[in-house]
């Protein structure tokens, strides 16, 4: 069974930085693409960062030139670096990962709350 844990987030204030973190487990094999979401209460989830394969990226516009998004050399992990915060960017982040491209299975981490204040 495949289980994406998060971490790394927390409270900042506007203009700081935080790095989120997610690794996967239970599959041995590399999965197609991983990314980022968001999602603040009421409102849909949201795409912040995709990676697809070890370097092909996309961001949301809000996000760009902010974020960085990786997958570090270990097998099924994905980083984002996320830099300049504001309070907009207040969310639950969520690891998304898509094993095949072909099929239409995909897994969610459980969220990791990233808090953006004076």
């Known amino acids: 069974q495949v289980q994406l844990v998060e971490s790394g987030g927390g409270w900042v204030q506007p203009g700081e930085s935080l790095r989120l973190s997610c690794a996967a487990s239970?599959?041995?094999?590399?999965?197609?693409?991983m990314g980022w979401y968001r999602q603040v209460p009421g409102k849909q989830r949201e795409l912040v960062a995709t990676?697809?394969?070890?370097?092909?990226?996309n961001y949301a516009d809000s996000v760009k030139g902010r974020f960085i998004v990786s997958r570090p050399s270990a097998v099924n992990t994905v980083a984002l670096i996320m830099n300049d915060l504001q309070p907009e960017d207040t969310a639950a982040y969520f690891c998304?990962?898509?094993?095949?491209?072909?099929?239409?299975?995909?897994?969610w981490g459980q969220g990791t709350q990233v808090t953006v204040s004076s």
């Open positions: 990676i697809t394969g070890p370097s092909s990226t």
């Open positions: 998304n990962a898509i094993p095949n491209p072909f099929e239409d299975t995909q897994y």
């Open positions: 239970g599959s041995t094999f590399s999965f197609y693409a």
